[in-house]
């Protein structure tokens, strides 16, 4: 059996920076916490020495279970410290589709086997507790999915989430949702870890605050499950780093500040793809987003991986393939950046996507 490869981040990483124009960085623009008046420097102490304070101002933020959390180095480890965690070998995992890549090829290297479920774009990516309950199997031990969806952009509705807890407390299910966009939305700060101890939830500093260089990440969830991921974490990194710890520790009264500052920058954004949709595009652009993200289709069985190396190809435009996401006809767009590149970089796709669907329209009246 091949090595799991996990290209969406090979090619993020190896994409930073080259690009003038680019809808493909899914966190809010970085601040400059100097400019803001925020700390924004932090000495070397022991991570011990800081670590207890930041998992219970965080906790206590989100109203997580216990009124703590296990913090990690970036939500990454958060999702693997869940999943090695919580599952056994052999047991079964059914993940989101379109969705995150890495939550389809992480749970293999815990022994773990992966299925799908469909987050259905003609649903609006909603009905997630319907989609779930018939990919279910008798081996199903985790159900790992996201709020905001991602590559959607679209919350996870409260009468599913009751459903999801009720199917979970019936059938012994770990739900693990990640919550990484869940600040980006409007709704109030909280985690779907304190519904039910059946709910395990992930998050991190990096996209609704645009704080990624921390690598400040988290798992909530009820004590049992926490000390299940501790221990999957001493694989890991076993600690965060203290300087991101401390950083991260002062700006944690600061939080809503940025989270405000983070919806300024989307509420600007927004209103620039609403009024590119409604002008008119060809391509389906039809569910709206809520966070910094947003998922169009192409026409064609492979069209969003097509017009994505078009733009980059014609005109130096980097968007993310919907092949990272399972979904071929898709692009991911990304809506957090400064108001201003954003507006340009939107500028840009609009041209970009005209031009790809003439390119596509006198390709099939002469063929």
Same mark, same amino acid.
């Given at each position: ?156 509705? *409260? &009468? ?5 807890? =009720?199917? !979970?407390?019936? #059938?012994?299910?770990? /739900? +693990?949702?990640?919550?990484? $966009? ?118 064609? *069985? &492979? ?5 994505? =190396?078009? !733009?980059?190809? #014609?005109?130096?435009? /980097? +968007?993310?393939?919907?092949? $990272? ?43």
């Amino acid at each position: 059996m091949s090595r799991p490869r996990l290209e969406h981040l090979a090619w993020s990483k190896a994409q930073h920076g080259r690009w003038t124009l680019s809808l493909a960085d899914s966190a809010v623009a970085t601040p400059d916490l100097e400019s803001l008046g925020l700390p924004h420097q932090a000495g070397t102490p022991a991570p011990a020495s800081v670590l207890p304070e930041l998992e219970r101002a965080l906790g206590a933020r989100l109203g997580a279970p216990g009124g703590r959390v296990l913090v990690t180095a970036g939500a990454s480890e958060a999702n693997a410290c869940a999943l090695a965690g919580l599952l056994g070998p052999g047991e079964e995992v059914l993940v989101e589709s379109p969705g995150y890549e890495s939550h389809r090829l992480v749970p293999p290297f815990f022994g773990a086997s992966v299925r799908t479920f469909a987050r259905r774009r003609e649903h609006g990516y909603g009905r997630v507790c319907e989609a779930v309950e018939t990919a279910l199997t008798p081996a199903t031990r985790l159900v790992l999915f996201t709020d905001l969806h991602n590559p959607g952009g679209v919350p996870l509705e *409260p &009468a599913d989430a009751a459903d999801l807890t =009720a199917l !979970a407390e019936r #059938r012994g299910l770990w /739900l +693990v949702c990640d919550e990484t $966009f869940r600040d980006s939305s409007e709704r109030p700060v909280g985690t779907s870890s304190a519904l039910s101890d059946r709910w395990v939830t992930t998050s991190t500093l990096t996209k609704s605050y645009g704080l990624g260089s921390l690598r400040v990440g988290w798992v909530s969830g009820s004590a049992a499950a926490l000390a299940r991921c501790a221990e999957a974490q001493n694989a890991l990194s076993v600690e965060p780093a203290g300087p991101s710890l401390a950083l991260a520790l002062a700006l944690a009264p600061h939080l809503d500040r940025l989270r405000a500052r983070a919806r300024g920058i989307l509420s600007a954004n927004h209103a620039l793809w609403r009024s590119l949709v409604a002008g008119g595009l060809p391509c389906d652009a039809s569910v709206p987003s809520q966070g910094t993200t947003t998922f169009v289709h192409l026409p064609g *069985p &492979a069209g969003g991986d097509a017009f994505a =190396a078009f !733009a980059a190809e #014609r005109f130096e435009l /980097l +968007v993310a393939p919907g092949r $990272f996401f399972g979904e071929l006809r898709g692009v991911r767009i990304a809506l957090g950046g400064e108001p201003a590149r954003c507006a340009a970089a939107l500028d840009i796709f609009q041209t970009a996507v005209h031009a790809f669907d003439e390119v596509r329209r006198t390709a099939a009246e002469t063929a």
